[in-house]
């Protein structure tokens, strides 16, 4: 069993930047394939980025290539997602999901853990 905690979320204008934290406890975290995913209102949850085991390959939404970047502390069973030149298309819950799996990391459906979500706003 793990426990995810996201934190970091909140309001910023657009253009600005935010980092999200994703604290995890119960099993070894390095055991888990790691990825955020995103939903807004009205909208399905969507793929963000994702993050292999030892942070060795990352993986990205076309939306957000070039201005997020997902990363991993094993030592602190955290996983972060830096998030730059915000957009208004960027408002939505943020999730943090973690697998063991290392196959098709887009899918929502293969992730067995997840979090409360915290709350990102992009004001124009």
């Known amino acids: 069993q793990v426990q995810l905690v996201e934190s970091g979320g909140g309001v910023v204008q657009a253009g600005g930047s935010l980092r999200l934290s994703c604290a995890a406890s119960g099993r070894a975290f390095s055991s888990y394939v790691m990825a955020w995913f995103r939903q807004a209102p009205g909208k399905e949850r969507e793929f963000v980025a994702a993050i292999s085991r030892y942070g060795l390959s990352t993986y990205y939404a076309d939306s957000v290539k070039g201005r997020f970047t997902i990363s991993r502390d094993n030592a602190k069973s955290t996983v972060y997602l830096q998030m730059n030149s915000l957009t208004p298309e960027d408002t939505a819950a943020y999730y943090c999901?973690?697998?063991?799996?290392?196959?098709?990391?887009?899918?929502?459906?293969?992730?067995?853990?997840w979090g409360q979500g915290t709350q990102v706003t992009v004001s124009s």
């Open positions: 999901a973690a697998k063991s799996g290392v196959s098709d990391y887009s899918n929502p459906r293969l992730y067995d853990y």
